[in-house]
């Protein structure tokens, strides 16, 4: 319940979904049940020893102090260095801002650009902080919408249909959070070319699961010349590193806009923690062999785990390219009961199945897109068979 003594953004703010989840999961297993949580963006692994190694040795040499607010100079450097030879993309030490955590950099983006009544396109399904940030910014979000049959890949006329005087910025996720899709170069190319037209609007590229990608390459939007000095492009270490505790993020970005993000990142937070950027120094300019070990492993979980989905009645799925989640059309069992309780939209099917089958997972609400339910497949094989087989029994109890 909103409570009169808070401002009126944060009561109208909505709680992450996802965070929401999972700590309902925690809850009901602190009660002694055994509940396999499919709900939170975290990967399994461990961060690779090479890189906690270098933590351990910038904390012992005294690297403790407070760091540049937009990143060391190490990091940025390794950040230019890592754009460059991953992404074709050219950047200055001066265009790169460190962040505490990917999530930071776009609300340091949004805050930067967007003005009360401004409207940002969000290319829905979307990571769900997407539109909160937009709304706490004064902007209004646009959901511009993919289903399932379309790979949830938002085509060119899409856009199009969706862009206006009011337009400020574009925000999408590739490869996409929640539902795995990865844009090709011509599919990027397409939507350029309805940006050629929009010479004002920004556009915000979320690729912090670029190493985690099934498909031949990644494409970054930034490359593409009509766009490229008006792309921000955002990325991290929490998803391809598995260093999600270590709250670390980066963008790149025209040096307008990328002073314009330290600004405000110096008046909440200031620079992320020192030995942390030491640490992500090493991870970018060294092997990459553990990201791919573990990009393997997510793929044969991938291919595993979507095959047994496809066997739940009422459940559609796509194959996903890229990130670890599918993200089922799950709409033929609205309209479905389990005694007194109706199933009317995905957030009572997640409800159920956390209450009936004890497996945690994401409404599709969450995400712009109520039809469908997000499933992390970042557990162990046994836990991704054990939640399918109990999701298929919670099922076939519905009438």
Same mark, same amino acid.
């Given at each position: 319940?909103?409570?009169?003594?808070?401002?009126?953004?944060?009561?109208?703010?909505?709680?992450?979904?996802?965070?929401?989840?999972?700590?309902?999961?925690?809850?009901?297993?602190?009660?002694?049940?055994?509940?396999?949580?499919?709900?939170?963006?975290?990967?399994?692994?461990?961060?690779?020893e090479h890189i906690k190694?270098?933590?351990?040795?910038?904390?012992?040499?005294?690297?403790?102090?407070?760091?540049?607010?937009?990143?060391?100079?190490?990091?940025?450097?390794?950040?230019?260095?890592?754009?460059?030879?991953?992404?074709?993309?050219?950047?200055?030490?001066?265009?790169?801002?460190?962040?505490?955590?990917?999530?930071?950099?776009?609300?340091?983006? /949004?805050?930067? !650009?967007?003005? %009360?009544?401004? #409207?940002? +396109?969000? &290319?829905?399904?979307?990571?769900? *902080?997407?539109?909160?940030?937009?709304?706490?910014?004064?902007?209004?979000?646009?959901?511009?919408k993919a289903d399932i049959?379309?790979?949830?890949?938002?085509?060119?006329?899409?856009?199009?249909?969706?862009?206006?005087?009011?337009?400020?910025?574009?925000?999408?996720?590739?490869?996409?959070?929640?539902?795995?899709?990865?844009?090709?170069?011509?599919?990027?190319?397409?939507?350029?070319?309805?940006?050629?037209?929009?010479?004002? /609007?920004?556009? !915000?590229?979320? %690729?912090?699961? #670029?190493? +985690?990608? &099934?498909?031949?390459?990644?494409? *970054?939007?930034?490359?593409?010349?009509?766009?490229?000095?008006?792309?921000?492009?955002?990325?991290?270490?929490?998803?391809?590193?598995?260093?999600?505790?270590?709250?670390?993020?980066?963008?790149?970005?025209?040096?307008?806009?990328?002073?314009?993000?330290?600004?405000?990142?110096?008046?909440?937070?200031?620079?992320?923690?020192?030995?942390?950027?030491?640490?992500?120094?090493?991870?970018?300019?060294?092997?990459?062999?553990?990201?791919?070990?573990?990009?393997?492993?997510?793929?044969?979980?991938?291919?595993? &785990?979507?095959?047994?989905?496809?066997?739940?009645?009422?459940?559609?799925?796509?194959?996903?390219?890229?990130?670890?989640?599918?993200?089922?059309?799950?709409?033929?069992?609205?309209?479905?009961?389990?005694?007194?309780?109706?199933?009317?939209?995905?957030?009572?099917?997640?409800?159920?199945?956390?209450?009936?089958?004890?497996?945690?997972?994401?409404?599709?609400?969450?995400?712009?897109?109520?039809?469908?339910?997000?499933?992390?497949?970042?557990?162990?094989?046994?836990?991704?068979?054990?939640?399918?087989?109990?999701?298929?029994?919670?099922?076939?109890?519905?009438?």
């Amino acid at each position: 319940m909103s409570d009169p003594r808070l401002s009126q953004r944060v009561n109208e703010m909505e709680e992450s979904a996802t965070i929401k989840m999972t700590q309902m999961a925690r809850d009901l297993a602190s009660q002694g049940h055994d509940v396999i949580s499919l709900s939170i963006g975290e990967p399994d692994f461990d961060t690779p020893e090479h890189i906690k190694k270098a933590a351990i040795e910038a904390l012992e040499k005294g690297d403790t102090k407070y760091t540049p607010v937009p990143g060391t100079m190490s990091l940025r450097k390794a950040i230019v260095e890592k754009f460059k030879r991953d992404n074709g993309l050219t950047f200055s030490e001066k265009e790169i801002v460190v962040s505490n955590g990917a999530k930071q950099s776009i609300a340091n983006v /949004v805050l930067s !650009l967007v003005n %009360e009544g401004d #409207e940002v +396109i969000l &290319f829905a399904p979307y990571w769900v *902080s997407y539109k909160e940030i937009v709304k706490l910014a004064g902007g209004v979000p646009v959901e511009v919408k993919a289903d399932i049959k379309q790979n949830f890949i938002v085509t060119a006329d899409q856009l199009k249909a969706a862009l206006s005087n009011k337009t400020r910025l574009i925000i999408f996720s590739s490869p996409c959070n929640p539902t795995g899709s990865v844009y090709t170069h011509d599919d990027l190319q397409s939507l350029v070319e309805v940006l050629k037209d929009f010479p004002e /609007v920004i556009v !915000l590229s979320d %690729e912090i699961y #670029e190493y +985690i990608n &099934f498909t031949d390459k990644h494409d *970054s939007i930034g490359t593409f010349e009509a766009v490229k000095d008006r792309t921000v492009t955002v990325n991290g270490f929490s998803k391809g590193f598995a260093m999600t505790g270590w709250r670390l993020g980066y963008m790149g970005a025209p040096e307008w806009l990328a002073s314009a993000c330290a600004k405000i990142q110096g008046q909440i937070t200031s620079g992320a923690a020192s030995f942390n950027q030491a640490a992500a120094a090493v991870a970018l300019s060294t092997s990459l062999q553990p990201t791919k070990e573990m990009q393997k492993a997510f793929e044969e979980r991938r291919d595993m &785990f979507i095959a047994l989905l496809s066997e739940i009645p009422g459940f559609i799925v796509n194959k996903p390219t890229g990130a670890f989640y599918v993200f089922p059309d799950i709409s033929a069992l609205f309209g479905k009961t389990f005694g007194s309780e109706v199933i009317s939209n995905a957030d009572d099917f997640a409800m159920f199945l956390l209450a009936e089958a004890h497996v945690a997972v994401v409404s599709g609400g969450a995400f712009g897109a109520d039809e469908c339910i997000r499933l992390s497949y970042a557990a162990s094989e046994t836990q991704l068979r054990e939640a399918v087989a109990r999701i298929k029994a919670a099922v076939a109890k519905l009438s």
